[in-house]
């Protein structure tokens, strides 16, 4: 680890060589949150682009206090954050609607590769995927997330819930038993 | 059933540790953002520096003159020097007189001597009435010769105690030159001072003509205001000033004791940045396309294509691209029934830009006439237009993108501004002057579109009398 602190030393004096290592130390990872976040390929690269940007322009203020790579990790969601925010200033109807649960089997889950889950996040509505990303994979608290996204608790929770069922119909359509909703769309 | 815990689980161990290679051409642009920030960054440094030497360099050159003016005091105050020295060395070749006087006179008769030294000391005292440093001498002196009278030494000791007071003389005297030259300054200090103060007058008086010239930075913005129809396709008007610097050369003729009239030609510039804005555009039938191009959020304003030409609705007037800039996107609003019905899609902040030479008929009331005066200015401009150019600026730098269309080549401006003069010599005084300069009309032409600029400049400079 003292070999990444010299890393970040370096890329806070400027050094290239130091830059592109960092970045093919973290990019991979990163490529991988930024996904989540972006309806497509090539947002996620736009995302992950700015966020490193960010990192090297910021990295002298990195005091080595925490984890590096969760202060990467945070610039990349806040970058995606701050593209949301911007792109999607309609405010949201509160929508507190109750769904009828689907069935769900514990090892449909296991048959699914991550990059087939990917798929199906960014098949999301921005919002549904935001707040999904932001409480399931950041671990956020709805009031948090509301806070973050400018949106009521009560929107926060229906949207959590909303993105959630309409994976579990995604992931049933892929692997389980084709069952279709006719009175569905997603 | 799943619970939801669990399937968040589920999905937190799939894609926790979920990593993907970038393509290529991501660190690619990374560096290229990056190497580009640098150089913008050394850009800004380089433009301030220049900014600080030319204010510098006008200080030094202020300071030259200061210290050109400054020599001829201080010659003045050296002759006066001279002139005591003088007087000393003249009184002092009579004090030696007296001392050989005392001398042969000590040779004598103890009596007489005294007697002589008595009345030559009087002498003395009425010659140097009028001489302070001469009658200090004196007082000196009668001690020596009263314990003279008392003791009655015999003649080598009379001699050694002489020559100890032309000793203690000598001292004195190079105490009295350097008292008399402080105290000639100080009794002819004031006179002097009347004397550069009246010649000085007489020569402000006398001149007529006063050349200036100037260096303004200065800050340009904008009053104003457009039609409906045209602002339904304007970029959203969330714009800021632009920092400039102007300067140029001027001429004064005073006609009376306070009024001069002032013209020159100045150089000038104004303009403003629109900047990206999260309210990205007016109309609303551009919602959908916005979000469809979501990635892109940018600044983004609809933009007319027609024969080739590309147009879009600023603040100062209609720009006419020259063609399409670097790292822009255009993209078509088919739904759109105006003749706006493209979307221009970019990083970048626009800027318009209006370079001005101004021809000034300026009044100039002196309202503090002293070391530091201060004048009240005001007047007219004719303001002609030298260049015309709209700027792109984006993380590729800057570029000309084109120019304003509509815009008026002849304009009349206001000036109003407060002038202080500080006099470094006899014809040299440094100003600072802030001004503010409005556009009297609009600029463009175009009847959808009031454009008025405006700057704040502080005008800073040496006036040079004739």
């Known amino acids: 680890m003292e070999d990444l602190k010299n890393i970040i030393n370096d890329c806070a004096s400027g050094e290239v060589r130091a830059q592109e290592k960092l970045y093919r130390m973290f990019a991979p990872k990163m490529f991988g949150v930024c996904l989540r976040y972006a309806k497509d390929n090539t947002e996620a690269e736009d995302n992950l682009q700015d966020g490193f940007i960010k990192v090297f322009m910021n990295i002298k203020s990195f005091r080595h206090a925490g984890s590096f790579e969760g202060w990467v990790r945070r610039i990349m969601v806040n970058v995606s954050l701050e593209k949301y925010r911007k792109q999607h200033l309609m405010h949201p109807v509160e929508d507190i609607g109750i769904y009828e649960q689907v069935k ?41 997330i509301s806070e973050e996204m400018k949106i009521s608790v009560g929107t926060s929770k229906s949207n959590l819930a909303r993105s959630r069922d309409i994976l579990k119909r995604k992931v049933k359509q892929l692997y389980g038993e084709i069952e279709t909703n006719a009175n569905y769309s997603a | 059933m799943m619970k939801d815990k669990n399937m968040d689980k589920a999905f937190r161990e799939k894609l926790n540790g979920f990593s993907m290679p970038p393509p290529t051409h991501v660190w690619d642009n990374i560096q290229g953002q990056l190497t580009g920030q640098r150089k913008k960054r050394r850009l800004a440094y380089f433009s301030w520096i220049t900014a600080a030497a030319v204010v510098v360099l006008a200080f030094l050159a202020g300071w030259y003159f200061n210290d050109n003016t400054n020599e001829i005091i201080p010659s003045t105050v050296e002759s006066e020097v001279v002139k005591t020295e003088k007087e000393i060395s003249g009184e002092e070749s009579i ?50 010769f009263t314990s003279f009278e008392k003791t009655r030494m015999k003649m080598l000791d009379r001699i050694e105690v002489l020559f100890k007071p032309e000793q203690a003389e000598l001292f004195l005297a190079k105490n009295t030159f350097t008292e008399s030259a402080n105290r000639y300054t100080e009794t002819e200090k004031n006179r002097i001072a009347q004397n550069v103060k009246t010649s000085n007058l007489s020569a ?24 409906e129809s045209y602002a339904q396709n304007m970029t959203y008007s969330g714009s800021s000033g632009n920092g400039n610097l102007g300067g140029g050369l001027s001429i004064q003729y005073k006609t009376g004791k306070r009024l001069s009239i002032e013209s020159g030609i100045y150089y000038a510039q104004n303009g403003q940045k629109s900047n990206n804005s999260s309210e990205l555009f007016a109309r609303s039938s551009n919602m959908d396309l916005a979000f469809s191009a979501d990635e892109k959020s940018y600044f983004n304003t609809a933009v007319n294509v027609a024969n080739g030409q590309m147009e879009m609705n600023s603040t100062a007037g209609v720009i006419q691209f020259s063609g399409t800039p670097d790292r822009v996107e255009v993209a078509a609003d088919l739904e759109s029934s105006s003749e706006y019905s493209n979307i221009l899609l970019t990083e970048g902040e626009f800027s318009q830009k209006f370079d001005f030479i101004e021809i000034p008929i300026l009044l100039r009331l002196n309202v503090v006439d002293a070391k530091i005066d201060v004048e009240i200015v005001g007047g007219l401009n004719a303001g002609l237009l030298v260049a015309n150019n709209a700027f792109m600026e984006n993380e590729f730098g800057l570029q000309n993108i084109g120019e304003t269309q509509d815009i008026s080549t002849l304009n009349l401006s206001g000036t109003f501004g407060i002038g202080i003069n500080y006099a470094l010599g006899k014809n040299v005084s440094l100003a600072v002057e802030p001004r503010m300069n409005y556009y009297l009309n609009s600029i463009n032409k175009n009847s959808g579109v009031d454009y008025r600029p405006y700057r704040i400049g502080v005008f800073t400079g040496l006036y040079y009398e004739f």
């Not at chain 2, 002589?116 to 200090?136: A, D, G, P, W």
């Not at chain 2, 003509?209 to 904008?222: A, D, E, F, T, V």
């Open chain 1, 104 to 144: 769900f089997s514990d090892d449909i889950l296991d048959k699914i590769s991550a990059n087939e889950l990917i798929e199906l996040i960014q098949q999301l509505s921005p919002r549904y995927r935001m707040v999904f990303n932001l409480f399931v994979l950041e671990g956020m608290n709805h009031k948090e």
């Open chain 2, 95 to 144: 004090q030696g007189f007296a001392n050989s006087n005392n001398q042969k006179e000590l040779q004598n008769e103890a009596e007489n001597q005294q007697v002589i030294e008595v009345t030559e000391n009087n002498s003395f005292k009425r010659t140097s009435l009028n001489k302070n440093t001469i009658t200090k001498t004196k007082e000196t002196e009668i001690p020596v």
């Open chain 2, 204 to 227: 402000k008086n006398k001149a007529n003509w006063k050349m200036g010239m100037h260096l303004s930075p200065g800050y340009s913005s904008n009053v104003s205001s457009h039609s």
